[in-house]
């Protein structure tokens, strides 16, 4: 059985700035500063997940723009199945991040209309039948498939990335539906072991992780074991653009491989740290010999 991941694909472009706030300039000159690729929550998540060996079946919406197509080819290239891309939007989602020399991002993200669509519901009962697991990122054309997961017994990770209210109006149906719910401590409305159990005890999720940057990571347990972890140093951070991401991932991919939600989070942070070491979202990723080769040199001690 492979995981499905259900989420956004975006055209991403990156500008490299000396450091926020951005003074104003008529022209700028950031020689090798900026690039453009093809990420997304969906994609990044799905790339980690197939680098680090997992099958994943990965439904997405795509433009039938010159961006969509050059989304299909680029992750058709990195060996990721097509089988369940849907392309009928009138153009492809983009994003422009800013992000400095301290590795700090502002992320500016143009959804088309994707906001205004459904993923197909019969496409998607054909993927989840072949998953032990559902990714199901916060987009609204997953919103409807929150329920058929549960229906039919199905895990439900999501990750709401930044929230400040715990009913947050957006996001409850994610945060209800989800057996294990990630989300950044970059917006709370209270410290994050706070926050966490505010969370758990509204939604009754089985795991809830909290990323908090260079402060590390928080793991809650349904059993109330609440755990915090140091950030993990890896190499130099060039941009912290797709850290949640690769944290969310990672941490997936080894708890359903039996690890323990701590171990599991270890192997994670270590994965993300990694990867924070480049530019884009949805680069930087290791194998899985390349990680635990790299766990295995000493950092238990350090988290």
Not at 37 to 57: C, D, E, I, Y
Not at 154 to 167: G, L, M
């Given at each position: 059985?492979?995981?499905?991941?259900?989420?956004?694909?975006?055209?991403?472009?990156?500008?490299?700035?000396?450091?926020?706030?951005?003074?104003?300039?008529?022209?700028?000159?950031?020689?090798?500063?900026?690039?453009?690729?093809?990420?997304?929550?969906?994609?990044?998540?799905?790339?980690?997940?197939?680098?680090?060996?997992?099958?994943?079946?990965?439904?997405?919406?795509?433009?039938?723009?010159?961006?969509?197509?050059?989304?299909?080819?680029?992750?058709?290239?990195?060996?990721?199945?097509?089988?369940?891309?849907?392309?009928?939007?009138?153009?492809?989602?983009?994003?422009?991040?800013?992000?400095?020399?301290?590795?700090?991002?502002?992320?500016?993200?143009?959804?088309?209309?994707?906001?205004?669509?459904?993923?197909?519901?019969?496409?998607?009962?054909?993927?989840?039948?072949?998953?032990?697991?559902?990714?199901?990122?916060?987009?609204?054309?997953?919103?409807?498939?929150?329920?058929?997961?549960?229906?039919?017994?199905?895990?439900?990770?999501?990750?709401?990335?930044?929230?400040?209210?715990?009913?947050?109006?957006?996001?409850?149906?994610?945060?209800?539906?989800?057996d294990i719910l990630f989300l950044s401590d970059e917006k709370l409305w209270a410290a994050p072991d706070v926050a966490a159990r505010d969370l758990m005890k509204r939604y009754h999720n089985r795991l809830i992780v909290i990323g908090m940057g260079a402060r590390g990571a928080?793991?809650?347990?349904?059993?109330?074991?609440?755990?915090?972890?140091?950030?993990?140093?890896?190499?130099?951070?060039?941009?912290?653009?797709?850290?949640?991401?690769?944290?969310?991932?990672?941490?997936?991919?080894?708890?359903?491989?039996?690890?323990?939600?701590?171990?599991?989070?270890?192997?994670?942070?270590?994965?993300?740290?990694?990867?924070?070491?480049?530019?884009?979202?949805?680069?930087?990723?290791?194998?899985?010999?390349?990680?635990?080769?790299?766990?295995?040199?000493?950092?238990?001690?350090?988290?």
């Open positions: 059985m492979g995981i499905l991941v259900s989420g956004l694909v975006n055209i991403e472009t990156t500008l490299q700035i000396d450091t926020f706030p951005l003074e104003y300039e008529p022209v700028r000159y950031p020689f090798w500063g900026i690039a453009t690729t093809v990420s997304g929550v969906g994609v990044n998540v799905s790339l980690a997940l197939h680098t680090l060996g997992k099958p994943v079946h990965f439904c997405t919406m795509l433009g039938t723009d010159v961006y969509g197509e050059m989304a299909h080819e680029w992750m058709q290239h990195q060996g990721l199945s097509l089988e369940f891309f849907i392309r009928r939007l009138p153009q492809t989602a983009q994003s422009v991040i800013l992000y400095d020399k301290a590795g700090r991002r502002q992320i500016h993200v143009d959804l088309k209309n994707i906001q205004e669509q459904r993923y197909p519901l019969e496409l998607f009962e054909v993927a989840i039948e072949r998953a032990s697991v559902a990714v199901l990122c916060n987009i609204n054309f997953n919103r409807h498939l929150l329920e058929v997961a549960k229906e039919k017994g199905i895990p439900v990770c999501t990750d709401v990335h930044t929230i400040a209210d715990p009913e947050d109006e957006y996001n409850r149906d994610f945060m209800a539906a989800a928080l793991l809650l347990e349904e059993n109330g074991t609440c755990i915090e972890l140091p950030a993990v140093h890896t190499r130099p951070v060039v941009s912290t653009i797709g850290a949640g991401d690769a944290l969310f991932a990672s941490f997936i991919n080894f708890y359903v491989d039996g690890f323990s939600p701590l171990e599991s989070l270890k192997r994670a942070m270590v994965f993300a740290s990694w990867k924070i070491g480049t530019t884009g979202a949805a680069q930087g990723f290791l194998n899985s010999y390349e990680l635990e080769k790299l766990y295995a040199q000493d950092l238990q001690s350090a988290i």
